[in-house]
């Protein structure tokens, strides 16, 4: 238990559908963090939050659309996705306010596109 | 940021020290080396990490070489539960010290 919750662990979605996943820490932290991990593929870093402002999109494609509501809270919006973006996808969490900072995972959200 | 090199897989024996290297030739005065380990299906977690000195924690040490080219993280008693894949990166420190750069990082693989 890391103090990073993801809901929902499992999502199995059409490409017309429209879903959302959500992040919730509980370490006080201020900055957020989703990962993509696709099979037999490294990490990849999708979107950076630091004190609810996005600093950091990796090129990502439209069809994700992020939302920082307050520091705790984090939202990755899906719609018209491919099957391709079939992937294990990770939020994290760190303080925020220093340089080098270590990172908390939550568990993931493994999507299916069908 | 710096790239680093780690074998893709590694075997240990249950109860022995787990020794993986990570080459990072091109690393710079500011970025920290940090170890995390990603068990099947989970999210990745933090080991240990350091700048210049050795490290040890509950869970592992830390070596890093002198010219800071090259690190060893060591699990000193390898249990089954230890299986994962271990990355090795190179964080920089300041304003772009929040970016995480994984590779492939070694799978290691504990056998009783």
């Known amino acids: 238990e890391t103090g990073v919750t993801q809901t929902p662990r499992h999502l199995v979605m059409g490409m017309t559908n429209k879903k959302s996943l959500k992040c919730e820490q509980h370490l006080g932290h201020n900055a957020m963090y989703w990962y993509k991990q696709s099979a037999k593929k490294p990490l990849e870093l999708m979107f950076v939050?630091?004190?609810?402002?996005?600093?950091e999109n990796n090129s990502v494609p439209s069809r994700f659309s992020p939302e920082c509501p307050n520091s705790s809270h984090l939202f990755l919006h899906l719609h018209t996705l491919q099957p391709e973006d079939s992937a294990l996808y990770l939020c994290a969490s760190s303080q925020g306010d220093r340089g080098h900072e270590t990172q908390y995972f939550g568990p993931g959200t493994r999507l299916l596109v069908l | 940021d710096a790239k680093t090199t780690q074998p893709p897989s590694m075997d240990c024996a249950e109860g022995r020290a787990a020794n993986l290297p990570c080459n990072h030739s091109?690393?710079?005065?500011?970025?920290?080396v940090y170890w995390y380990r990603q068990i099947h299906s989970q999210g990745p977690q933090y080991i240990i990490h350091g700048l210049k000195n050795n490290e040890t924690n509950e869970m592992a040490s830390l070596i890093i070489t002198e010219d800071r080219k090259s690190s060893t993280l060591i699990l000193p008693h390898a249990t089954l539960r230890d299986t994962a894949v271990y990355y090795c990166?190179?964080?920089?420190?300041?304003?772009?010290?929040?970016?995480?750069?994984f590779g492939g990082g070694t799978r290691l693989m504990v056998k009783p």
């Open positions: 939050y630091n004190f609810k402002e996005q600093t």
């Open positions: 990166i190179a964080q920089p420190g300041g304003n772009a010290g929040n970016m995480l750069t």
């Open positions: 091109t690393i710079s005065g500011n970025e920290y």
